[in-house]
């Protein structure tokens, strides 16, 4: 059985829009929460969204060796804790990840047989520069880095099981819904 489904996409490509209506259509399905020390935005939540802590918290969980992979992304890092991925195996549960491109990568390394890896592209790079400026959580200097990180990101596509164009989130959550399916 396929426990984890990792989605992973540039910024702004939908993502976390894809994994929160996909959750709304199969609420069994389980969302991990990364950690990360980024800064909570204003629309989320502690707990919720992601488990908010300091760089030295996390720098400690490093040296602990308690994270299956982490990442260092836009200046912050994100996580994933191996008791999440070893609880899921053992309840024998779907849980959804929603990760940057190494992570997902590194997910699949860890657990092939448990895995599916799914690739969330924008339209094109200027519906994906507009989606961040409208989103209106970034400035102009995290916005460049953003969009900054796209090719490197973009790189990672051939190395995922399947991918999605995310020009019509219904359509893309529908095309999500068969792969897991």
Request: with cysteine; hydrophobic share 40%; charged share 30%.
């Amino acid at each position: 059985m396929k426990n984890f489904i990792a989605i992973s996409a540039p910024s702004g490509a939908g993502k976390t829009t894809i994994c929160r209506e996909l959750q709304r259509r199969i609420p069994g399905i389980k969302f991990s929460l990364s950690y990360t020390t980024r800064p909570k935005r204003s629309i989320e939540t502690d707990g919720v969204d992601y488990i908010f802590i300091s760089d030295e918290k996390f720098k400690t969980m490093i040296a602990a060796a308690e994270f299956a992979e982490f990442e260092e992304v836009h200046g912050y890092y994100y996580g994933t804790p191996k008791i999440i991925l070893e609880d899921t195996i053992a309840a024998n549960q779907k849980m959804l990840f929603e990760v940057d491109v190494k992570g997902a990568v590194a997910l699949k390394q860890l657990y092939p047989d448990n895995t599916i890896t799914v690739f969330i592209m924008p339209p094109d790079i200027d519906t994906l520069t507009k989606r961040l400026k409208n989103r209106g959580t970034d400035d102009d200097v995290r916005i460049k880095k953003r969009l900054e990180r796209i090719a490197i990101e973009m790189t990672y596509k051939d190395r995922f099981d399947y991918s999605i164009i995310n020009d019509d989130i219904d359509r893309a959550t529908q095309e999500l819904i068969k792969i897991i399916l």
